[in-house]
């Protein structure tokens, strides 16, 4: 990150997953406090979960001689439903559909299906809606600071991809659909950086302003956006809302702040939670010894 920024980035983009430190600990909360000094705009994505195994099942059916799968979300997935490169005949249906069919086949000795494929179904009412895999606030090292800040489209991602999925070296048509933060942290750090084009004046905090304030509440049924279980997702789900980058380019009104302006908060997490940071820039240290003076 150190290195990035000394590179004169504009916009650092980080998709990761792992536990919560406290922010003196954290290597990365320091290092994107390093970065919104420089008037660098920091995008980072906490995964809470992944493929979780689903693909590897499907190779578990093939190998027992299987000739298709049917994967049902457990409980906490609820109606998401994620598509896979996967290795044979699958689908992939929610929690309650699942129950139904675990009962069709308990119900009978000779069960039968057969899957089809009807196409890419476009402009679903329900759409956006939170999955159950993004990752829930408040931050876990200081709850008082909600998160997340925004959400994004991270689910069924058609992209590039490095290598064939179907393992074939004479093809250049190497694409993969992937759903996950990583996904929508591309999504989100992009529109930054077109923001940053439009307003090269705009600091870091006024470009996640721009973000938040015109993000989209409702979905294309003009209802409040629903998460996994198709339950109206709370801000601890959904944040401000979902992105919406053709209004956040003239969004009417900036909330601006400075990066000595976190310091206050800083010190609070320090004397609050008995923390350690080293504060990186001379004026920054000067602030942070008068606030621990006063406090």
Same mark, same amino acid.
Request: with cysteine; proline share 7%.
């Given at each position: /990150?150190?290195?990035?920024?000394e590179e004169g980035v504009d916009v650092l983009s980080l998709s990761l997953g792992g536990g919560s430190e406290p922010f003196g600990a954290d290597g990365i909360a320091v290092g994107a406090f390093g970065a919104? $000094?420089?008037?660098?705009?920091?995008?980072?994505?906490?995964?809470?979960?992944? %493929?979780v195994g689903r693909v590897e099942e499907g190779q578990v059916v093939k190998d027992a001689g299987g000739i298709g799968m049917i994967l049902a979300?457990?409980? %906490?997935?609820?109606?998401?439903?994620?598509?896979?490169?996967?290795? @044979?005949?699958?689908?992939?249906? *929610?929690?309650?559909?699942?129950?139904?069919?675990?009962?069709?086949?308990?119900?009978?000795?000779?069960?039968?299906? /057969?899957?089809?494929?009807?196409?890419?179904?476009?402009?679903?009412?329900?759409?956006?809606?939170?999955?159950?895999? *993004?990752?829930?606030?408040?931050?876990? #090292?200081?709850?008082?600071?909600?998160?997340? +800040?925004?959400?994004?489209?991270?689910?069924?991602?058609?992209?590039? !991809?490095?290598?064939?999925?179907?393992?074939?070296?004479?093809?250049?048509?190497?694409?993969?659909?992937? =759903?996950?933060?990583? /996904?929508?942290?591309?999504?989100?750090?992009?529109?930054?950086? @077109?923001?940053?084009?439009?307003?090269? +004046?705009? =600091?870091?905090?006024?470009?996640?302003?721009?973000? /938040?304030?015109?993000?989209?509440?409702?979905?294309?049924?003009?209802?409040?956006?629903?998460?996994?279980?198709?339950?109206?997702? &709370?801000? %601890? #789900?959904?944040? #401000?809302?979902?992105?919406?980058?053709?209004?956040?380019? +003239?969004?009417?009104?900036?909330? &601006?702040? $400075?990066?000595?302006?976190?310091?206050?908060?800083?010190? !609070?997490?320090?004397?609050?939670?008995?923390?350690?940071?080293?504060?990186?820039?001379?004026?920054?240290? $000067?602030?942070?010894? #008068?606030?621990?003076?006063?406090?």
């Open positions: /990150m150190d290195t990035a920024v919104i $000094q420089n008037a660098i705009f920091f995008c980072l994505l906490c995964d809470r979960g992944g %493929l979300n457990e409980e %906490l997935d609820g109606y998401g439903t994620i598509a896979d490169a996967h290795v @044979l005949p699958a689908s992939h249906v *929610s929690y309650s559909d699942g129950v139904s069919i675990k009962s069709y086949i308990n119900s009978t000795s000779s069960p039968t299906t /057969m899957l089809y494929f009807e196409g890419t179904i476009i402009g679903v009412k329900t759409a956006p809606v939170v999955s159950s895999f *993004s990752s829930r606030g408040p931050s876990l #090292a200081s709850p008082a600071i909600l998160k997340p +800040d925004i959400i994004g489209p991270g689910v069924c991602i058609l992209a590039a !991809w490095p290598v064939s999925v179907e393992n074939e070296t004479n093809t250049k048509a190497t694409f993969n659909v992937i =759903s996950g933060t990583s /996904m929508s942290c591309p999504h989100l750090s992009g529109i930054a950086a @077109l923001l940053k084009s439009a307003h090269p +004046d705009w =600091s870091p905090a006024a470009i996640k302003s721009a973000n /938040m304030t015109t993000a989209d509440l409702v979905n294309l049924d003009g209802k409040p956006i629903v998460d996994e279980r198709l339950l109206p997702a &709370d801000i %601890l #789900a959904a944040g #401000a809302g979902h992105v919406n980058p053709s209004r956040a380019s +003239d969004p009417g009104l900036v909330y &601006d702040i $400075q990066p000595d302006d976190y310091i206050p908060c800083v010190v !609070w997490v320090i004397l609050t939670e008995t923390l350690h940071i080293s504060c990186s820039a001379r004026s920054s240290a $000067q602030k942070c010894k #008068a606030y621990l003076k006063h406090s």
